[in-house]
């Protein structure tokens, strides 16, 4: 019999198509969010889920899901599963890392230009029929060239945001928890510091860190009061690496000059005083969010996926010891 897939969402190019030449799948044809009760309907009868981070994937789904194997996840962050559970489980869990790496980056940058130009509340301006003279203090911003970055996270996100630096001929800092090789740093023209002398020093701060533990409100009253007042925040990581009330309270207090927020602490909810301020870019968790990138991490999920339902070893996953007591 042919095993059983679910895929949570949408998902894009042929991938449907494709799995269904080795499986027999079922679709989130209402592609709306699904509640934990109706995800563990369509699942406990699966061998495989493609899922997303809006799919909470815990203990208690996965001892429901009792003939699941592998959880194919669409994304590289994996916050949103219970790894451990997963691996007390004997379920897989795979994710898409490198392919949303360059696009990512690519947005890390947007938001960092658009929050440093005031782009978002230009364009509000002028669409609102105000801009009736040029005026020489019209949405005065912050020069990008020749500043400081500050790269919080220098792992393939990070690394691909520092080398876009290069254009701008910008000082790069990093501060990351594990050395980085000595070869990638001199590549990169990065220099690692100490995440307080990155704080006070940087003009821009990119946050590329996974959301664990130790990173959970990394950005707090007390490391907002060590930033310069010009300074400008982007978080294409994880919301909650930011306390965003905290954040509200330095974009109000000036303690900070602006932020570009991609991710937030309690999706889909955003900090409603946040919503109030023009010095916040705010844009619904997107930096992956290109037409190509959007298939390749389809490909890569599906690829996990079909690799372990055929008893393959799949390209990318996060839990290799079920690999391994699978094969023992
Ligand atoms: C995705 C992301 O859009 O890959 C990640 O970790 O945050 C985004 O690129 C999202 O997770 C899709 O599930």
């Known amino acids: 019999m042919a095993p059983r897939v679910y895929v949570t969402r949408h998902v894009f190019g042929d991938t449907v198509e494709r799995l269904k030449r080795d499986a027999e799948v079922r679709v989130n044809s209402s592609d709306r969010v699904l509640p934990k009760s109706e ?126 630096a290069a254009g701008f001929n910008m000082r790069i800092l990093f501060h990351n928890p594990r050395p980085i090789p000595e070869r990638v740093i001199k590549e990169l023209g990065v220099t690692p510091v100490s995440l307080e002398e990155l704080l006070r020093v940087s003009d821009f701060i990119s946050l590329h860190v996974p959301l664990l533990p130790e990173t959970k409100h990394l950005l707090n009253d007390r490391t907002f009061a060590l930033m310069k007042p010009a300074c400008i925040v982007v978080n294409t990581s994880r919301g909650p690496v930011v306390d965003e009330k905290a954040l509200v309270r330095a974009l109000k207090g000036g303690k900070i000059a602006a932020a570009g927020l991609d991710v937030f602490e309690r999706e889909p909810e955003i900090e409603p005083e946040l919503l109030e301020l023009d010095n916040a870019v705010i844009v619904p968790h997107i930096a992956s969010a290109s037409h190509e990138t959007r298939i390749r991490m389809s490909t890569m999920a599906a690829d996990n996926l079909l690799a372990v339902l055929k008893g393959n070893r799949p390209p990318h996953f996060v839990n290799p010891e079920v690999w391994d007591n699978r094969r023992r």
């Open 39 to 164: 995800l563990i309907g369509h699942l406990k009868d699966a061998d495989g889920a493609l899922t997303m981070v809006t799919d909470v994937i815990d203990a208690e789904l996965l001892a429901a899901a009792a003939k699941l194997k592998v959880v194919a996840n669409f994304g590289v962050g994996i916050n949103h599963i219970d790894v451990a559970a997963a691996t007390r489980a004997g379920v897989i869990v795979t994710n898409t890392p490198g392919v949303l790496t360059e696009t990512t980056a690519d947005f890390a940058w947007t938001l960092l230009m658009a929050a440093a130009r005031r782009v978002v509340e230009a364009d509000r301006f002028a669409r609102s029929g105000k801009f009736t003279a040029w005026d020489p203090k019209l949405f005065v911003g912050h020069d990008i060239y020749g500043k400081t970055l500050g790269i919080v996270g220098l792992g393939r996100i990070g690394q691909a945001v520092a080398r876009r």
